[in-house]
């Protein structure tokens, strides 16, 4: 007699099916709040209300005035895959909701104790549905105003385990402000009152803030003057890119939150972007801060692959990529236009003329005219390059000026600084007032005090400078009165042969010796006193960084690194002392650069202490 064997493969039941869903879309507290808020927004609410105790684990209370539900939809909606959002595959490739799936409800229903009371504009009775550990209790009509209103409590009631697994009280109240705060910033016209234990922590009015001063409420005042991004889409295949970054160093924790289409996601991609498009504004270790919208077709960008929806998948990654980058490197370049404005005012016009200096008008405004910076003060190791050829203890330094002013004898201190025959007046709006330390310049201006650190904005300087250069293939060199002979490892050896074309832009003149050995006939002019050696490891240790053909790649270190090592060693040092006239002339020279805020490393050039911070410091105010 033969027997079937039983089978092993069976159909799970429908609770523990609903716990499994659970575990992989209800992580902690916050995922709850997040699918709730979530389906507020796809039902038209104008506001929503979330009420916390606890951790979360006590109390989660989310209400909206949404288009509500009936008594069939409320029931309908516990059901696992039951959704209004999506009806057909097709529509799966283009989803305009923040929910689809129909897996939220029934989820949390199974990990808690769920009431929900929903009610149609249309109707003047509402249903309420009472369930326990996805188990329906009770169902009944009841009289409550339109819209919706989910009651989550004992979450994680009847998994232990799970609930073990949380973090303090604290921790997962900061994840529920996070999510509040990103959907605040999606939807600007978003009303929205956030309580905790009773106590207010946000409350947002519905339709009356703009993208700018709904960002200014949540990143606060401490924040600083916030940069706008607005590129929109150059063509169907390119995201629109807009948002508002924090400034890089802007005093508050940074933190970057990124939106596809009004959905907050976490990517590395548009995270690596921003940085990317930041790069020589952020300091080592300090990430971006802000918020970041990607407005990008549909068909472009697939949303169905996470089981929380906070992954993207994009259809042309390098694109988006891009994107963001030029995006975030034309904020930059307007921000460099905001702070001109607030530290260096327009000079007034007189008798359609401008006094001390060239402007160009720009409508019914006066911004400083776009022009070379002028090299009125350079360290003695000096960048731009002469008219004629000039001989020093080291041999001869050769190239094309970039400007008309020709770098007379007379014009150099005895500091070793090239400045103008007659002191320089201060920029319009700035009257400086002296050095201290003999490191910071101070100034004073219109509403306060302003403190500009002086190597940081030299070298700055001289790195928009050589990055110009660098970009002609026209750095200044200096040749050798007698060349180098430097011993070279392999790796060392490697480097010179697989990014020679950029170590020659560089202004570095090198021939194979034979043997290992390398000859170095000329060095770049800015480094032309520091010992041949010295320079060359420089070099080698920034392209050694980069591996093996990354020249430019990502991850990889850039040539533009060793532009910003050379200006930071040419530029004026802390504990150097300077002259008025030369102190002048870098102000000047800070007002005519097209980038002046930060040094190639990130740190900051000036800091402004306002009228306001003065008068509280001896409470006058």
Same mark, same amino acid.
């Given at each position: 007699?033969?027997?079937?064997?039983?089978?092993?493969?069976?159909?799970?039941? =429908?609770?523990?099916?609903?716990?499994?869903?659970?575990?992989?879309?209800?992580?902690?507290?916050?995922?709850?709040?997040?699918?709730?808020?979530?389906?507020?927004?796809?039902?038209?609410?104008?506001?929503?209300?979330?009420?916390?105790?606890?951790?979360?684990?006590?109390?989660?209370?989310?209400?909206?005035?949404?288009?509500?539900?009936?008594?069939?939809?409320?029931?309908?909606?516990?059901?696992?895959?039951?959704?209004?959002?999506?009806?057909?595959?097709?529509?799966?490739?283009?989803?305009?909701?923040?929910?689809?799936?129909?897996?939220?409800?029934?989820?949390?229903?199974?990990?808690?104790?769920?009431?929900?009371?929903?009610?149609?504009?249309?109707?003047?009775?509402?249903?309420?549905?009472?369930?326990?550990?996805?188990?329906?209790?009770?169902?009944?009509?009841?009289?409550?105003?339109?819209?919706?209103?989910?009651? &989550?409590?004992?979450?994680?009631?009847?998994?232990?385990?799970?609930?073990?697994?949380?973090?303090?009280?604290?921790?997962?109240?900061?994840?529920?402000? =996070?999510?509040?705060?990103?959907?605040?910033?999606?939807?600007?016209?978003?009303? *929205?009152?956030?309580?905790?234990?009773?106590?207010? *922590?946000? #409350?947002?009015?519905?339709?009356?803030?703009?993208?700018?001063?709904?960002? =200014?409420?949540?990143?606060?005042? /401490?924040?600083?003057?916030?940069?706008?991004?607005?590129?929109?889409?150059?063509?169907?295949?390119?995201?629109?890119?807009?948002?508002?970054?924090?400034?890089?160093?802007?005093?508050?924790?940074?933190?970057?939150?990124?939106?596809?289409?009004?959905?907050?996601?976490?990517?590395?991609?548009?995270?690596?972007?921003?940085?990317?498009?930041?790069?020589?504004?952020?300091?080592?270790? #300090?990430?971006?801060? /802000?918020?970041?919208?990607?407005?990008?077709?549909?068909?472009?960008?697939?949303?169905?692959?996470?089981?929380?929806?906070?992954?993207?998948?994009?259809?042309?990654?390098?694109?988006?990529?891009?994107?963001?980058?030029?995006? &975030?490197?034309?904020?930059?370049?307007?921000?460099?236009?905001?702070?001109?404005?607030?530290?260096?005012?327009?000079?007034?016009?007189?008798?359609?003329?401008?006094?001390?200096?060239?402007?160009?008008?720009?409508?019914?405004?006066?911004?400083?005219?776009?022009?070379?910076?002028?090299?009125?003060?350079?360290?003695?190791?000096?960048?731009?390059?002469?008219?004629?050829?000039?001989?020093?203890?080291?041999?001869?330094?050769?190239?094309?000026?970039?400007?008309?002013?020709?770098?007379?004898?007379?014009?150099?201190?005895?500091?070793?600084?090239?400045?103008?025959?007659?002191?320089?007046?201060?920029?319009?709006?700035?009257?400086?007032?002296?050095? &201290?330390?003999?490191?910071?310049?101070?100034?004073?201006?219109?509403?306060?005090?302003?403190?500009?650190?002086?190597?940081?904005?030299? =070298?700055?300087?001289?790195?928009?400078?050589?990055?110009?250069?660098?970009?002609?293939?026209?750095?200044? #060199?200096?040749?050798?009165?007698?060349?180098?002979?430097?011993?070279?490892?392999?790796?060392?050896?490697?480097?010179?042969?697989?990014?020679?074309?950029?170590?020659?832009?560089? /202004? &570095?003149?090198?021939?194979?010796?034979?043997?290992?050995?390398?000859?170095?006939?000329?060095?770049?002019?800015?480094?032309?006193?520091?010992?041949?050696?010295?320079?060359?490891?420089?070099?080698?240790?920034?392209?050694?960084?980069? /591996?093996?053909?990354?020249? #430019?790649?990502?991850?990889?270190?850039?040539?533009?690194?060793?532009?910003?090592?050379?200006?930071?060693?040419?530029?004026?040092?802390?504990?150097?002392?300077?002259?008025?006239?030369?102190?002048?002339?870098?102000?000047?020279?800070?007002?005519?650069?097209?980038?002046?805020?930060?040094?190639?490393?990130?740190?900051?050039?000036?800091?402004?202490?306002?009228?306001?911070?003065?008068?509280?410091?001896?409470?006058?105010?």
């Amino acid at each position: 007699m033969c027997f079937k064997p039983l089978s092993r493969i069976r159909i799970l039941p =429908e609770n523990l099916a609903n716990q499994i869903a659970a575990g992989e879309v209800v992580e902690r507290p916050a995922s709850v709040v997040k699918e709730l808020l979530e389906n507020a927004i796809d039902a038209g609410a104008s506001q929503v209300g979330i009420q916390i105790e606890g951790d979360g684990t006590r109390l989660i209370r989310v209400i909206d005035d949404g288009s509500g539900m009936d008594a069939d939809d409320v029931l309908l909606c516990l059901e696992r895959h039951a959704t209004s959002k999506i009806a057909s595959l097709a529509e799966l490739g283009g989803i305009r909701t923040l929910g689809f799936r129909g897996e939220a409800v029934p989820s949390i229903a199974s990990v808690s104790r769920m009431r929900i009371t929903s009610r149609l504009a249309t109707q003047t009775l509402g249903t309420q549905v009472d369930l326990r550990y996805g188990k329906i209790l009770k169902v009944h009509e009841m009289g409550s105003n339109s819209g919706t209103s989910f009651e &989550v409590t004992d979450l994680f009631g009847n998994v232990p385990a799970r609930k073990k697994f949380l973090k303090s009280s604290r921790t997962e109240l900061a994840h529920i402000e =996070e999510v509040v705060k990103n959907y605040a910033l999606a939807r600007p016209g978003f009303g *929205i009152s956030f309580t905790v234990d009773g106590r207010e *922590i946000l #409350r947002l009015p519905a339709g009356l803030d703009s993208p700018r001063s709904r960002a =200014e409420r949540i990143f606060g005042k /401490g924040a600083g003057i916030l940069v706008e991004l607005a590129r929109p889409a150059m063509d169907e295949n390119e995201p629109g890119v807009s948002g508002f970054l924090l400034p890089p160093d802007a005093p508050v924790a940074a933190r970057l939150r990124i939106f596809v289409n009004g959905r907050a996601i976490h990517d590395r991609l548009i995270a690596h972007a921003v940085s990317e498009g930041l790069q020589n504004y952020l300091m080592k270790g #300090r990430g971006p801060g /802000g918020a970041i919208f990607l407005t990008i077709p549909l068909a472009s960008v697939d949303v169905n692959v996470h089981p929380t929806k906070q992954e993207v998948r994009f259809h042309k990654p390098a694109v988006v990529h891009q994107a963001v980058i030029g995006a &975030v490197q034309a904020a930059m370049a307007d921000y460099q236009q905001t702070l001109r404005q607030e530290i260096f005012k327009p000079a007034p016009v007189v008798s359609g003329t401008v006094q001390a200096r060239a402007y160009a008008l720009d409508g019914d405004q006066q911004t400083p005219a776009v022009q070379e910076p002028l090299p009125l003060l350079k360290n003695a190791n000096e960048v731009a390059p002469p008219t004629v050829s000039q001989k020093d203890s080291g041999g001869e330094v050769s190239g094309k000026p970039e400007s008309g002013l020709e770098m007379r004898p007379d014009y150099v201190t005895e500091q070793g600084h090239v400045v103008g025959k007659e002191a320089t007046p201060s920029p319009a709006g700035l009257r400086y007032l002296g050095q &201290v330390l003999n490191t910071y310049l101070l100034c004073a201006t219109e509403n306060g005090l302003m403190a500009i650190d002086q190597h940081a904005a030299h =070298e700055r300087l001289l790195f928009e400078t050589l990055k110009r250069q660098f970009a002609s293939k026209n750095i200044a #060199r200096q040749t050798l009165l007698f060349p180098k002979v430097i011993e070279c490892s392999l790796e060392e050896n490697q480097i010179l042969k697989q990014h020679a074309g950029e170590i020659a832009a560089l /202004g &570095v003149e090198i021939e194979d010796f034979g043997g290992g050995s390398q000859v170095v006939k000329a060095v770049p002019a800015v480094l032309g006193h520091s010992p041949v050696e010295e320079v060359m490891a420089g070099i080698f240790a920034r392209f050694a960084e980069a /591996g093996p053909g990354q020249g #430019r790649g990502r991850g990889g270190v850039r040539a533009e690194e060793v532009l910003s090592d050379m200006a930071c060693k040419a530029a004026l040092k802390a504990g150097q002392n300077l002259s008025p006239r030369e102190a002048e002339a870098l102000l000047d020279e800070m007002q005519r650069a097209k980038v002046f805020s930060h040094c190639p490393h990130g740190r900051p050039v000036a800091k402004i202490f306002t009228a306001h911070e003065l008068k509280k410091w001896f409470y006058r105010g």
